[in-house]
């Protein structure tokens, strides 16, 4: 496969996933927004929101102002100035499908195509609080149906392979990027505020990653910061977990050097990280301090990110 063939199949991947993280961050801020404890720690949602995109300086390097309801949901859902928005996602996803488009089968095409025809149609100013709430119901459709169509579709090429690769690197970021932006309120040593405050926070977190049910059906009690920060990081049955995405991130990565016929700089990378996820321990993680734990990660993923792109996408 032409590298920038392979390129396109794996940014399309990302940016369609993070349509849907961000689609799913701001359904969760909002959600918060409408609790009454919501501005204990200092920061409103909407810059919780921001932080978690990793988008805070260019919201205001674009002269937004003030971090508000209107105007984040505008520039994460909406803005051509983020590239990170919604619709940039979508643009670009839609733009790598159109130029790999004989890789794709039918149904994944249609998928991106109609998910993208109908975002054009969404008028921002326009939109009430039940059209957004469509709006980004259908933005997740469009993921799922994506992602599903991939699964059941394609064949169990390389083309598939850095397609999934694009996926679990982007979730693994996002799933790190929200647990350490609530890293403070994921210590269970830290003293509760009392009032409801830290349920509301640890529930934004897994409400943030689609994991509210899953914790109750692992754990069968009610949320607790340690163990949230267990689901995220370290349960492999969980698949929006570090780990999980890791063990999968590893698996296309062999698959590829099995097609390919050799290994490098990224399997390895990917091991060595996979291993030290297997092999950590809760306690061990917040004695290091798990602000450090999650810094680290998010800067070897992006390392691995680079290692990809240097072996497979240039």
Partial sequence: M???????????ARYVERAENTARLIEAATRLSAMPVAHRDGR??????????????????????????????????????????IRSCLDVARANARSVRTALTMDMWETINSGWLESKKVVPASLGRQQLSDHLSGIKEVSLRFDGSAYRTMLRNDAYYFLRLGTYMERADFTARILAVKADVLDPD?????????????????????????????????????????????????????????????????????????????????????????????????????????????????????????????
């Fill in 44 to 85: 409103n949602e909407w810059e919780m929101a921001l932080d978690a995109t990793g988008t805070t300086v260019a919201f205001k390097g674009a002269g937004n102002g003030e971090a508000t309801q209107r105007s984040v949901i505008d520039f994460l859902a909406f803005s051509p100035d983020n590239p990170s928005s």
């Fill in 190 to 314: 830290r003293p509760s505020p009392g009032g409801g405050f830290d349920y509301y926070q640890w529930s934004w977190i897994l409400r943030s990653v689609s994991a509210l049910t899953s914790y109750h059906w692992v754990y069968r009690e009610n949320l607790k910061p340690h163990l949230v920060a267990e689901f995220l990081i370290l349960k492999e049955e969980m698949p929006r977990s570090l780990v999980s995405c890791y063990d999968n991130i590893t698996r296309f990565l062999d698959a590829l050097s099995r097609d390919y016929g050799r290994q490098g700089v990224s399997q390895r990378r990917a091991r060595q990280i996979l291993g030290r996820l297997q092999d950590a321990d809760l306690a061990g993680v917040f004695r290091a301090g798990l602000a450090d734990f999650l810094s680290d990660f998010v800067g070897e993923n992006a390392g691995l990110g680079s290692a990809i792109a240097e072996q497979y996408l240039t």
């Fill in 2 to 12: 032409l590298s920038r063939h392979a390129d396109n199949l794996y940014w399309l």
